[in-house]
């Protein structure tokens, strides 16, 4: 093939991935015209949980989203909305962020070479993306609101200004984002029973749900399975029943009360997506450090919330049926390691000497 019909994976190796579109590209809103802005997101780690299926009594396996490019699963949504950006000649492009979604948008339009502006609710987001979003080169416009009225305001600039919109409203989002679903099927060789992920605006689920349809649909999955989407319980409009006006929690992320996507569709005639349940602040920092101590794997607070959920319905009696789950962990912990750093101590320096570091070792393992 001539690296004409393949623009924008020019340069990879045979064999390498590609990246979501040209490895989904049938289930992709994309034609050979589509200018392909990728930066080979996807194909992240589907982990074997070490202790936590023993807590769940039931096999687990972790989906390590903070693998992807900018260290969160906004890219495999992003890659797609950038690439029809840039097909329809946008001008400039806009989100509204609690983080993630600025630091992807930031990175696919540089790019691209688009113009893109993240509209941010002020003190709202870690700094570890706010650092991404600027680094990439893009404009930051910081609201002293919430992250709903940065929404509100980045539907409205959008729609004025004909811009293009690059949040979950925008359908190719999450035609991107169904990828996740069918990376889980793939690995597993099998629809796993159950999924949870953590959810703030819902777009993430809905195109869960809308990817496990799709491989049903086509024969590849033989069931659809529950998903379990947890919200944190000081931000939690879906599992509460309406809107939380300022809300509240540690899990910057997914602190809306609002939720964009509002009721999570499943695809035509699919029957509800799941069930939805909340954790505590304590319970996100908890299971965050659990799965940084047992497993191996840093992720954000709002992370962790999904992980959180299932310990919580296992603790109580009200997992949903079946042998294997899968928790999706939608970012990676370095995001955010002010919250972090508020769980760990750093040590005061010593003398660097051998007898200083060697009593430090003593002290924990002996000699
Ligand atoms: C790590 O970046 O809304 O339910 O503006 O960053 O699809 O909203 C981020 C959301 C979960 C929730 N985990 O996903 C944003 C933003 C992480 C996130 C979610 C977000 P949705």
Not at 69 to 83: E, L, N, Q, Y
């Amino acid at each position: 093939m001539s690296p004409g019909g393949r623009r924008g994976v020019v340069g990879v190796s045979p064999g390498t991935w590609r990246g979501v579109i040209e490895e989904f590209r049938e289930f992709l809103p994309v034609t050979r015209e589509t200018p392909v802005v990728t930066l080979l997101e996807g194909n992240t780690p589907l982990v074997e949980s070490r202790v936590l299926s023993a807590r769940i009594g039931r096999r687990l396996l972790i989906k390590v989203e903070g693998a992807n490019p900018t260290g969160s699963f906004k890219d495999r949504g992003m890659t797609v909305a950038i690439s029809k950006a840039l097909e329809a000649r946008s001008r400039a492009v806009v989100c509204a962020s609690t983080g993630n979604t600025a630091a992807s948008a930031a990175a696919y339009s540089a790019r691209a070479g688009l113009p893109c502006f993240v509209i941010v609710p002020a003190g709202g987001v870690a700094m570890g993306k706010m650092a991404q979003a600027l680094v990439h080169g893009a404009e930051a416009v910081s609201v002293r609101g919430t992250f709903d009225d940065a929404m509100e305001l980045a539907r409205t600039v959008t729609e004025q200004m004909s811009l293009t919109l690059v949040n979950s409203l925008n359908p190719h989002r999450l035609e991107g984002q169904k990828t996740v679903a069918f990376e889980i099927c793939d690995a597993l060789g099998r629809v796993p029973d159950l999924i949870a992920l953590p959810v703030g605006n819902a777009g993430n689920i809905t195109a869960l749900w809308r990817g496990l349809a799709a491989y049903h649909e086509r024969g590849r999955i033989a069931a659809l399975p529950t998903l379990l989407g947890v919200q944190a319980a000081g931000a939690a409009p879906l599992v509460e029943g309406r809107r939380i006006g300022v809300p509240q929690t540690v899990a910057s992320a997914i602190r809306g009360g609002k939720p964009a996507a509002r009721k999570p569709a499943g695809g035509a005639g699919q029957a509800s997506p799941g069930e939805f349940t909340k954790v505590t602040d304590e319970e996100i920092l908890e299971t965050q450090a659990l799965l940084a101590r047992e497993e191996g794997i840093f992720v954000e607070p709002a992370s962790a919330t999904g992980v959180a959920g299932l310990l919580r319905r296992a603790a109580e009696g009200t997992l949903p049926d079946g042998e294997v789950a899968v928790a999706i962990v939608t970012g990676h912990g370095l995001k955010d390691v002010d919250t972090a750093l508020g769980r760990v101590r750093i040590p005061p320096p010593v003398r660097a000497s051998f007898e200083s570091v060697a009593r430090v070792i003593e002290g924990v393992i002996g000699r």
